[in-house]
Nanobody
């Protein structure tokens, strides 16, 4: 069983920055894939960024490329999502999730955190 706990969500103004954290437990931290997803009201959950814990694979949604950075800290068993130049359209609940293989498909992720709210005001 894998447990994921997100933190770091907040309300910020457009142009601001936030760093989300995903604490991972219950699996060998050096293997597998962690993805960040988001879901805005009335919209489907969408892939934001993903990273293999070996760091061989790293992907971003086109909407966040150049603004968001995903990274991991093995010593802390934590994956981060640094979000810069935030826009109102980034407002959503952000989730981290775990998968065995690299993927941006929601259905490939077996374990999910509870989510953290990010609100960006314009």
């Amino acid at each position: 069983q894998v447990q994921l706990v997100e933190s770091g969500g907040d309300a910020v103004q457009a142009g601001g920055s936030l760093r989300l954290s995903c604490a991972v437990s219950g699996r060998t931290f050096s293997s597998g894939t962690i993805g960040w997803f988001r879901q805005a009201p009335g919209k489907e959950r969408e892939f934001v960024a993903g990273i293999t814990l070996s760091e061989v694979w790293r992907r971003y949604a086109d909407s966040v490329k150049g603004r968001f950075t995903i990274s991991r800290d093995i010593a802390k068993n934590t994956v981060y999502l640094q979000m810069n130049s935030l826009k109102a359209e980034d407002t959503a609940v952000y989730y981290c999730a775990a998968a065995d293989s690299p993927s941006w498909a929601t259905e490939e992720y077996d374990y999910w955190g509870q989510g953290t709210q990010v609100t960006v005001s314009s």
